[in-house]
């Protein structure tokens, strides 16, 4: 899934919380072996962000919890060069309540829709070296003053290799340039991008991607990759948990290497309303989808698993990101905990 801008607002809550934080947190401090993050999903959202304390809490009580923010690089073209709202205040929350934060920032909305427009130069694209100084500033001063846990650079960036190859090569310029950045003033802040994996690898055969795309992983410098992010939703290559093979992470682990690898988003969803869908979408499913999930990562040097959401999108299914990615949650509309809820917080790969 792309960046939403409905997550800028969440950082207004963050500050005015009244709940207590179980255990402060040092976003500096070593990670979990293997966090279990989620995103930014309070019970109501995207339209009331009311409940996002006890989101923050609830998380913060599961075992090895995380919270991740999936947003652009800046809230607007006209404050291109400083961190979002949203991310400093999931650098905060994370503090009060006592989760690990993970941080995403992305660039694009679409192969065509890029944030790299900015005062002194228009060009949306990455030939834009205003837009490339801006970004580094930015990516500077957070890293120096917050010392993220993880760090990682666009999201499911592979799409845009396929539509853009050429400038894609500008964006791995200034992938290597940020993460040299990043790392003299947070040695120990751990960089990578991420991939969409079944688009990446061609096994998205139930949603038309039969061709691999590995180029888009092989142009980055493996020195500069200290954790490689997949976003891995198998439905789109398997119509039940059970059909998946156990080597269906053996290309990713081939063209990978010895880098770890955190998997940002995945799930099974629950339903699909208002769409034919070739995979089986149920409760039941998603509880298949963990035993699966076990079965596949167990060759993987796996530091981050993050089920898709906590709680499910609150919108009527009128479009194809909530009818394919809104049910793919731990608790139903109601807040109401699903059957995977409790098997997915015992789930300790």
Request: with cysteine.
């Amino acid at each position: 899934m792309q960046p939403r801008s409905w997550l800028l607002v969440v950082w207004l809550l963050a500050a005015c919380s009244a709940q207590p934080a179980p255990t402060p947190a040092d976003s500096t401090a070593p990670a979990p072996a293997i966090l279990k993050g989620y995103g930014i999903s309070p019970l109501g959202f995207p339209g009331d962000f009311s409940q996002y304390p006890q989101f923050l809490a609830e998380v913060a009580s599961l075992p090895n919890g995380a919270v991740m923010f999936n947003g652009a690089w800046r809230d607007a073209a006209a404050s291109s060069g400083q961190p979002p709202q949203a991310a400093l205040g999931l650098m905060q929350a994370a503090t009060q309540y006592g989760f690990t934060p993970i941080i995403v920032f992305g660039w694009r909305s679409s192969a065509t829709q890029l944030h790299l427009d900015v005062p002194a130069n228009p060009a949306p694209d990455w030939s834009n070296l205003e837009a490339r100084a801006l970004f580094l500033q930015m990516l500077v001063e957070f890293a120096a003053e917050h010392h993220p846990p993880y760090l990682f650079l666009g999201n499911e960036n592979d799409y845009y290799y396929i539509a853009q190859p050429q400038d894609y090569m500008r964006w791995i310029e200034f992938y290597d340039q940020a993460y040299d950045a990043i790392k003299a003033v947070s040695p120990a802040t751990q960089v990578g991008p991420i991939f969409q994996y079944e688009r990446l690898a061609g096994l998205g055969t139930l949603n038309g991607w039969d061709q691999a795309h590995w180029g888009a992983l092989d142009a980055h410098d493996p020195t500069r990759l200290d954790i490689l992010g997949i976003t891995l939703y198998p439905w789109f290559s398997a119509a039940t948990p059970e059909e998946l093979p156990d080597d269906y992470l053996t290309q990713l682990l081939q063209h990978a290497g010895a880098t770890p690898i955190a998997i940002t988003e995945t799930g099974w969803p629950a339903e699909t309303p208002g769409l034919q869908a070739p995979w089986h979408a149920s409760p039941e499913s998603q509880l298949r989808y963990v035993d699966a999930l076990a079965r596949i990562t167990r060759p993987v040097d796996l530091r981050i698993l993050n089920w898709l959401f906590i709680n499910p999108i609150n919108a009527s299914p009128d479009s194809l990101e909530v009818q394919l990615f809104g049910s793919i949650s731990l608790r139903d509309q109601a807040g109401e905990p699903r059957p995977v809820y409790q098997t997915w917080v015992n789930f300790l790969p």
